[in-house]
């Protein structure tokens, strides 16, 4: 059952299954795909299994996923200052980009494997976190996948169903040899399980994507009831509304997406349409 009480929800959600020329493209960010729930999936046959996978896991009786049970891996190569610094301010309260309830949640974190800040993880720690979160986010550079490989996360898969947050440069974008189809390390994700994987098409400033990153978080925090994923992706990119864009100097903030219109329709989503709350 995936009706929602929400104005925004009365469109069907879109799928897309893109051939190999086609999926460079971002087209979530155009107008036709305003107000729609889109994801991406690389066929027909893997959309099937994944829904059949979600529906029907005994670890979840709804496509509803809690900020409540997150992991995090922080600037694993410590070459993102900059990037473990913002985390550590909303893990702090620190500032006014930082709700409140994440704000709590994150500081309520004790187990330091949950939260893993300026150290690379170990295959296995990925792992665990991939099979006990329901929530897992990655900044740094590339991908999740480059501290694991796909054969040990087709090895668990019948364990993880997990929502990723994979910010990292190019973690969505997909490559072609020949005549072989699409290969990208997202599709090892969504294979492994996984019902949404949010990951970027191409190479986005470290500055814009923390931004991103974190209204992100934000606004899964201040979910009570439950909000589409999609719809918190909309919102946390509204730097496109044209309102926004006119304006200039302090009006905008010093917390708006520099390059929205580049590195803001970077980031697209795989998987299923689901719900996150706090």
Not at 6 to 33: A, D, H, R, Y
Not at 114 to 130: E, F, H, T, V, Y
Not at 203 to 228: H, P, T
Not at 259 to 275: E, H, K, R
Request: proline share 3%; glycine share 8%.
């Amino acid at each position: 059952n995936m009706s929602l009480s929400s104005s925004s929800s009365k469109n069907n959600p879109i799928i897309l299954v893109l051939g190999s020329e086609m999926q460079c493209f971002p087209w979530e960010s155009t107008k036709t795909f305003h107000d729609i729930h889109v994801t991406r999936m690389p066929s027909i046959h893997s959309l099937l299994d994944l829904w059949e996978r979600v529906s029907s896991s005994e670890k979840k009786t709804q496509t509803c996923y809690n900020l409540s049970n997150s992991s995090y891996v922080i600037n694993p190569e410590r070459n993102l200052p900059q990037t473990e610094k913002n985390f550590c301010k909303l893990k702090d309260g620190d500032g006014d980009t930082c709700n409140g309830a994440l704000s709590d949640l994150l500081s309520g974190i004790s187990n330091t494997e949950r939260i893993i800040i300026g150290k690379k993880p170990a295959s296995n720690d990925i792992m665990n976190l991939l099979n006990t979160s329901e929530v897992l986010t990655y900044w740094g550079h590339d991908s999740l996948m480059k501290f694991t490989s796909s054969g040990k996360v087709a090895k668990f898969s019948n364990e993880t169903n997990c929502i990723i947050f994979d910010m990292g440069c190019n973690s969505g974008r997909l490559y072609t040899k020949g005549r072989f189809g699409s290969h990208g390390k997202v599709f090892s994700l969504i294979s492994a399980g996984c019902p949404a994987v949010v990951s970027n098409l191409w190479k986005v400033s470290s500055g814009d994507c923390d931004i991103l990153a974190m209204r992100l978080l934000n606004n899964i925090a201040s979910c009570e009831k439950g909000k589409w994923l999609n719809d918190i992706l909309k919102s946390s990119l509204k730097d496109h509304d044209e309102t926004n864009m006119k304006l200039k100097g302090k009006r905008r903030g010093k917390k708006n997406i520099k390059l929205p219109f580049l590195n803001g329709s970077a980031t697209i989503c795989y998987g299923v349409p689901v719900v996150l709350k706090m």
